[in-house]
């Protein structure tokens, strides 16, 4: 069986967001890009499901010449082939969601793994919208999963607990931290990354449904006070956030 | 008039939530203002709250019933509102942009062929254009856009739009009875973490990070919480050391929450946990570090050791509380 992983490049979380002139984008310089944290959750269940069953695990990303590292990183953990959708520019969702679409299709995958959301974007909207395309189930923010032949079980996160959600392939899967530890890559792994061929395709572009009107920063927050340096401030605190606050 | 609005009422244990009542109120007031109808829809086996949505001006309440939903079903779910989209002619959706409205909202709109704004914290009508706000990168930019596509599926993020009441004359449940749904997806059971408030709907979040020392002292951190009625939350750090689960952590990788007052105990505020946090209306800053970064958007700060300052601070609390 064919397990896919789609995974994305975006700013390392430590990154400080500066906007372009123009409002569109964000500044690039100096920022480094790394593998979405959450894709990394979906490419050790990818490798952990492979492990029990069998079969080969393909990544797939979108994105500009320089996603190929996230590929890459995936190859070093251990997934066997790598499939780049080469575009640069802004996609909304449902253009990326129909790419992917497309390529699980042509590779006849019948469970796939994503990141539950990119860290860029902050969605959470790509595997859902993925499967529906698909006419596949899927199941999101997942913290656990589970195969019994076609049956999968997964837990996922919801507020103030956890549901059970049973249904069966073919499937997508979104990963949330707290699904399994990744492996980090081995040496071996590395070196052999570096000599495997990514496949290179072009993305198809059909028109957003999403217009961008423009990126900016959120109202800055201005310093408060500090009331003092040990326990003799707490009633004056407590005041505070009763009278002046109000939110006590 | 032909436009409408649908608004998906979500409820857990029979109970519609808190948030959809936000939900329905940001939708009688973009129907006021666009001249469109609009729809509240609710999917479930019973709903033992309904009648509280009148004095939120609600008038009537399409209740799609089965047996066999007392828990969510995407699957059933995504179908059943698309049918009723299609067949009131709804051309704007609105979810809250809970667990479920982020499960359910993508399918929908995917079998609409709509665009989708999600997690929105503003939403404004410019002549005829819905524009929406929402955080990216966590919060540490935001993104103003508007969707171009015929249907428009939009989640509002929970404890961001308030809740106005406005009384109407009258409200009945239209109840209608689904004969067969689609149960491919289901939930089979909940698992609660025990009776805790969860950090994406809380009014008051108290947090803690590494200036706790170690997960012995988060007693401290659940007390003042107690008291407080607030949930409990954490850092990163804390969370990868594994002294307190994933779910309680706020910040970019964890939660993104804006409640109105937000405690960060003996928390730095590295910039991923700033980013999910910052939108908090209060923030009370308690650090030994005086140039810990998360006293840049404190309201109020102690430099001082969180250990001591924390059970005072719980007693002085409980004091004008009692």
């Keep these: 069986m064919k397990i896919v992983v789609c995974v994305s490049h975006v700013p390392d979380t430590a990154t400080k967001i500066k906007i372009s002139a123009d409002e569109k984008n964000i500044d690039s310089a100096g920022v480094s890009y790394v593998i979405n944290p959450y894709d990394e959750f979906a490419i ?205 | 008039m032909s436009n409408k609005i649908l608004v998906f009422l979500e409820q857990r244990n029979g109970q519609i939530k808190k948030s959809s009542f936000e939900v329905a109120s940001k939708g009688l007031e973009l129907a006021t203002k666009l001249n469109y109808e609009i729809s509240f829809v609710t999917i479930g086996s019973e709903i033992s709250n309904s009648s509280d949505l009148k004095e939120f001006g609600v008038s009537e309440l399409v209740h799609l019933k089965n047996s066999n939903l007392s828990e969510y079903s995407s699957s059933a779910y995504t179908q059943l509102l698309k049918n009723f989209a299609l067949e009131n002619k709804a051309t704007i959706l609105l979810f809250s942009n809970t667990a479920m409205g982020k499960d359910l909202s993508p399918r929908l709109a995917v079998k609409l062929n709509a665009g989708v704004m999600s997690d929105l914290i503003a939403l404004e009508i410019s002549g005829t254009e819905l524009i929406g706000t929402r955080p990216i990168y966590a919060g540490k930019a935001l993104e103003e856009i508007k969707l171009v596509s015929d249907f428009k599926v939009l989640t509002l993020r929970p404890n961001v739009f308030k809740a106005e009441k406005r009384e109407t004359a009258s409200f009945s449940v239209n109840l209608k009875e689904i004969a067969e749904v689609d149960l491919s997806t289901k939930v089979v059971e909940i698992k609660k973490s025990s009776g805790k408030i969860d950090v994406a709907e809380a009014d ?61 105990l003996g928390i730095s505020g590295a910039i991923q946990h700033l980013a999910g946090m910052s939108t908090s209306k209060y923030i009370v800053a308690i650090n030994k570090d005086k140039d810990a970064p998360i006293f840049s958007i404190a309201d109020y700060g102690i430099v001082g050791d969180v250990l001591e300052i924390l059970p005072v601070l719980t007693e002085e609390i409980k004091k004008i509380k009692s």
């Design chain 1, 44 to 248: 050790e269940e990818a490798l952990k499901t492979k492990e029990k069953i069998g079969g080969e695990v393909y990544v797939v990303t979108i994105g500009n010449e320089a996603a190929k590292e996230s590929l890459r990183k995936a190859l070093a953990m251990g997934a066997d082939e790598a499939i780049h959708l080469k575009y640069d520019g802004y996609l909304d969702s449902l253009n990326v969601a129909k790419n992917l679409a497309e390529e699980i299709k042509s590779l006849n995958s019948q469970l796939v793994f994503m990141g539950k959301q990119s860290i860029d974007f902050d969605n959470c909207v790509v595997p859902q919208m993925t499967a529906e395309l698909l006419d596949y189930n899927s199941i999101s923010v997942c913290v656990s999963f589970s195969l019994d032949g076609n049956k999968v079980t997964c837990e996922r996160e919801i507020e103030g607990g956890k549901e059970v959600v049973e249904s069966q392939l073919p499937i997508i899967v979104g990963a949330q931290k707290g699904l399994n530890e990744p492996r980090y890559a081995s040496l071996k792994g590395i070196m052999a990354a570096k000599k495997k061929t990514i496949q290179e395709k072009n993305c198809t572009f059909t028109n957003n449904s999403v217009e961008l009107i423009k990126i900016k920063k959120p109202a800055s927050k201005n310093p408060g006070r500090i009331l003092g340096t040990d326990v003799s401030v707490v009633p004056e605190l407590v005041r505070l956030l009763r009278e002046e606050a109000k939110a006590i």
């Design chain 2, 204 to 264: 008051i979040i108290v947090s803690g990070g590494r200036g706790l020392k170690g997960p012995e002292n988060f007693p401290l951190v659940e007390q003042l919480a107690e008291v407080l009625g607030a949930a409990v939350g954490a850092s990163r750090a804390v969370v990868d050391a594994g002294w307190r689960s994933h779910s309680e952590q706020v910040g970019q990788t964890g939660k993104t929450v804006s409640p109105t007052l937000y405690f960060a």
